[in-house]
């Protein structure tokens, strides 16, 4: 079966689309997969060999600018012309899109061509590219069992789970290894409030016999080494972490946003976390409360996020190794969302 996946943007969009690139193409399908040239190269170094891979003219259409607004726009307009075009010669048999606006020319193209749709929803809210596109789509997957801005339609929702990379399938219901380890990390491009907040609450405990794995942004990294080396903290202070699922595995305590992957991932292994979502970002508060629902961890308020709160409760959960424990067994969730989908997919 010729299948055609539509991903770009973000990695978020990204390494789940590839998850399941490859889920299908290991069941004999053949695989084309359009992105944006935002992530062209992180699609190529993680496609499945043979897969052909279609670069799109698109980005994001968030920008307050109206001038850049209708520019995004004409773009993916043009890109989807593109594609009726191609579907008009080689035309797949599903396409399944990963959400964004790269994901929307494809969509609309098979829309045209009434060729079966799938959508996959990231977060536990539903974003606006996918909102607008559910109208041509047969069917929604979602990463949350409860999704909060669905649209009525005649479009089918399946909960099947958000996929993650093999390194996390492979730590799955790894043990916490009781050494007061503490992961810390804002994304790829960190987050400030974090490196506010984290150190300062760390200094302020009594008990610092805390081993602290720090990401942060290149410009902040020698800051931080120094603030915790004043104050005798032993950290690991990185501007990139490669292999993710290791530091995971490695910490008791995970502090960070709530990218839909980022939650998943927690949840994958199984780890106890402080979840701070960006307060511009109404997707990260749901998922950060779809994981403090699990019973997994906190999800809090950034304005509530204080060096106060944070001394206090970080001295409580270390000081009660059972309670990390415990909190790490609730958060997990049996992933095996690439599977699901492509069965989905293939029916």
């Given at each position: 079966?010729?299948?055609?996946?539509?991903?770009?943007?973000?990695?978020?969009?990204?390494?789940?689309?590839?998850?399941?690139?490859?889920?299908?193409?290991?069941?004999?399908?053949?695989?084309?997969?359009?992105?944006?040239?935002?992530?062209?190269?992180?699609?190529?170094?993680?496609a499945?060999?043979?897969s052909?891979?279609?670069?799109?003219?698109?980005?994001?259409?968030?920008?307050?600018?109206?001038?850049?607004?209708?520019?995004?726009?004409?773009?993916?307009?043009?890109?989807?012309?593109?594609?009726?075009?191609?579907f008009?010669?080689?035309?797949?048999?599903?396409?399944?899109?990963?959400?964004?606006?790269?994901?929307?020319?494809?969509?609309?193209?098979?829309?045209?061509?009434?060729?079966?749709?799938?959508?996959?929803?990231?977060?536990?809210?539903?974003?606006?590219?996918?909102?607008?596109?559910?109208?041509?789509?047969?069917?929604l997957?979602?990463?949350?069992?409860?999704?909060?801005?669905?649209?009525?339609?005649?479009?089918r929702?399946?909960?099947?789970?958000?996929?993650?990379?093999?390194?996390?399938?492979?730590a799955?219901?790894?043990?916490?290894?009781?050494?007061?380890?503490?992961?810390?990390?804002?994304?790829?491009?960190?987050?400030?409030?974090?490196d506010?907040?984290?150190?300062?609450a760390?200094?302020?405990?009594?008990?610092?016999?805390i081993?602290?794995?720090?990401?942060?942004?290149?410009?902040?990294?020698?800051?931080?080494?120094?603030?915790?080396?004043?104050?005798?903290?032993?950290?690991?202070?990185?501007?990139?972490?490669?292999?993710?699922?290791?530091?995971?595995?490695?910490?008791?305590?995970?502090?960070?946003?709530?990218?839909?992957?980022?939650?998943?991932?927690?949840?994958?292994?199984?780890?106890?976390?402080?979840?701070?979502?960006?307060?511009?970002?109404?997707?990260?508060?749901?998922?950060?409360?779809?994981?403090?629902?699990?019973?997994?961890?906190?999800?809090?308020?950034?304005?509530?996020?204080?060096?106060?709160?944070?001394?206090s409760?970080?001295?409580?959960?270390?000081?009660?190794?059972?309670?990390?424990?415990?909190?790490?067994?609730?958060?997990?969730?049996?992933?095996?969302a690439?599977?699901?989908?492509?069965?989905?997919?293939?029916?």
């Amino acid at each position: 079966m010729k299948i055609w996946i539509a991903t770009g943007g973000t990695g978020g969009h990204v390494f789940p689309a590839m998850a399941v690139a490859s889920e299908l193409a290991s069941r004999g399908h053949k695989i084309t997969i359009s992105c944006d040239g935002r992530v062209d190269k992180m699609v190529r170094d993680s496609a499945p060999k043979k897969s052909r891979i279609v670069h799109i003219w698109a980005s994001g259409v968030g920008a307050k600018n109206r001038l850049r607004q209708m520019y995004s726009l004409f773009k993916i307009g043009v890109s989807a012309f593109g594609l009726i075009l191609r579907f008009a010669f080689v035309r797949p048999a599903r396409v399944v899109a990963f959400g964004g606006y790269a994901s929307v020319p494809a969509v609309f193209a098979a829309h045209i061509w009434h060729i079966p749709t799938f959508l996959h929803e990231q977060n536990a809210a539903i974003g606006r590219a996918n909102k607008f596109t559910m109208r041509w789509v047969k069917t929604l997957m979602t990463s949350f069992p409860d999704v909060v801005g669905i649209p009525k339609t005649n479009t089918r929702v399946v909960y099947t789970g958000l996929p993650v990379r093999a390194a996390f399938l492979a730590a799955a219901g790894a043990k916490i290894p009781n050494k007061n380890h503490l992961l810390i990390t804002g994304g790829s491009l960190g987050a400030q409030i974090l490196d506010e907040v984290v150190p300062t609450a760390i200094a302020n405990m009594k008990n610092k016999k805390i081993f602290v794995t720090h990401q942060t942004r290149p410009e902040n990294v020698e800051k931080l080494q120094r603030f915790y080396a004043e104050h005798k903290i032993h950290a690991n202070v990185l501007s990139f972490i490669r292999d993710m699922a290791s530091a995971i595995v490695d910490a008791d305590l995970v502090i960070g946003r709530s990218g839909a992957s980022t939650v998943v991932e927690l949840e994958t292994i199984g780890r106890a976390a402080i979840l701070v979502p960006l307060n511009i970002n109404p997707d990260q508060a749901a998922n950060a409360a779809a994981f403090a629902k699990l019973g997994g961890g906190f999800a809090i308020e950034q304005s509530k996020f204080t060096p106060r709160w944070l001394e206090s409760t970080l001295t409580e959960l270390f000081d009660n190794p059972t309670r990390l424990e415990k909190m790490a067994k609730k958060s997990l969730v049996e992933n095996t969302a690439a599977q699901k989908i492509a069965d989905t997919i293939t029916k």
